[in-house]
């Protein structure tokens, strides 16, 4: 019976030729295209190394000192009644303007104040901001660098493809090693094994490899460099108390709300009396994602952008899946009904209800399988193109294959009701109606 469900279905869709391709073009396409979208917030969201902790992670990237001006304006002038005051004068203070200045953090104020927070379980500082170009046989390459600590090893976890991570014995001794990505082993040594002990030298300094490192497949500023490096090594490009060139990561214990506001009361400790200029200080920490979605869309609470980000993603997908879900429906509609007269002769020659009902629902089945199949091939090879040809920088897309079969269960489940709804009602009619419907 399935074998010859399986003939008439593939009879049918070789007879509608254009409709079939119509059907398979906008399964296909939608699987694709909701595939390779997946892969990428997958490869930037996924919890895989070295982001494996990037749900629990809270960022100190920027520190805002302000100046608040304010002015007194009288309400209401005193008047008098026959010598004798009625009204007295009262007044209204208004903030009249403000001045900013934003910037990444001191080391010192950093490590002062937000290391010993009880709600996390480690802390990083690290600095992401400097680039050197190096001459190799003639050739430049260009090494971006991150100065950071020992604990920056435990928040984010990369994968050693040789070698270990500097300790906090060799920050503090300001010794002279790093860890390389595996690219510019490449780049600089011609091989990304077997370079432990070799130098690789940058603004005059010899500094000695201790690691190589795999190359992350995601795009955080912290994790797509070149060179690790002790921080203890890096020169301030200018002193100030409040402002440096540092961010921190923290670690929370699992709450990170709880964190971000132990932060914020953390920096309400900070005196601003060495800053004649400004009166106010604010502290923003964001979460992983909110970083993120900060740089798409702006807005001065972090949270409002992630919000505003995350509601217009799933609209845009849910409007993507809708289109050709719609399509579909009417395709098969429009199809069906044009098959009355088939469904005529085959109750003349006795097939059941649910006979004619299964058929219908069996063909929208192997329709759906086929175009989910070829969807599944042009996103692998979409994927491949984009990967080769580095148009996403850093990140790296991989099929997911647990996404698909959800997808291909989803568009199951349209085209079964697209073909259920009207095979249902086509079933139903009586012979001598569908016979005079069309002819064969």
């Not at 490449?186 to 940058?202: A, E, Q």
């Not at 900070?270 to 994602?289: M, R």
């Not at 349209?414 to 259920?420: A, P, R």
């Amino acid at each position: 019976m399935i074998k010859n469900y399986i003939k008439l279905a593939w009879r049918v869709l070789s007879r509608k030729k254009f409709f079939t391709f119509i059907t398979l073009f906008g399964i296909s396409f939608t699987l694709m295209v909701l595939m390779l979208i997946t892969s990428y917030f997958q490869a930037e969201f996924g919890s895989k190394a070295p982001m494996k902790n990037q749900d629990e992670l809270v960022i100190l990237e920027y520190l805002t000192l302000q100046k608040v001006m304010y002015d007194t304006i009288a309400v209401v002038d005193t008047t008098f009644d026959s010598g004798v005051a009625v009204y007295d004068t009262t007044y209204d203070t208004k903030r009249t303007g403000r001045s900013i200045s934003t910037s990444s953090f001191n080391e010192k104020l950093l490590q002062d104040h937000f290391r010993d927070l009880e709600s996390i379980k480690a802390s990083t500082i690290f600095n992401t901001g400097i680039r050197h170009d190096v001459f190799v046989n003639n050739s430049k390459l260009q090494i971006a660098i991150n100065h950071c600590d020992a604990p920056f090893w435990d928040i984010f976890n990369f994968q050693f493809i040789e070698g270990r991570p500097f300790d906090a014995s060799e920050v503090t001794q300001q010794a002279q090693v790093a860890v390389i990505a595996q690219k510019l082993a490449k780049s600089y040594f011609g091989k990304d094994k077997n370079v432990l002990g070799k130098f690789i030298t940058v603004d005059a300094r010899q500094y000695k490899v201790i690691g190589v490192v795999k190359d992350p497949t995601s795009s955080p500023d912290p994790i797509i460099v070149d060179m690790f490096l002790p921080y203890t090594n890096a020169e301030e490009s200018y002193r100030d108390p409040y402002f440096g060139n540092y961010s921190m990561a923290l670690l929370s214990d699992g709450n990170v709300e709880k964190t971000k506001k132990e932060a914020i009361s953390a920096s309400h400790d900070i005196s601003l009396d060495l800053q004649d200029e400004y009166n106010e200080l604010i502290l923003k920490p964001v979460t992983y994602k909110e970083l993120y979605a900060k740089a798409l869309y702006y807005d001065e609470d972090p949270a409002k952008s992630l919000q505003f980000i995350s509601w217009l993603l799933i609209g845009l997908l849910s409007l993507f899946i809708l289109l050709p879900v719609l399509n579909l429906i009417n395709l098969n509609v429009s199809r069906i009904m044009d098959r009355s007269s088939e469904i005529g002769v085959r109750k003349a020659f006795g097939a059941t209800n649910s006979q004619i009902l299964t058929q219908f629902v069996f063909e929208n089945i192997v329709q759906t399988l086929i175009g989910g199949l070829i969807g599944f091939l042009l996103a692998f090879i979409a994927m491949y193109f984009i990967n080769q040809s580095k148009s996403l920088g850093a990140v790296v897309l991989e099929m997911n294959v647990s996404f698909f079969l959800y997808s291909l269960l989803i568009c199951l489940f349209f085209g079964i009701l697209s073909g259920l709804l009207p095979a249902l009602k086509m079933s139903k009619l009586q012979i001598v109606n569908a016979l005079k419907t069309n002819q064969l």
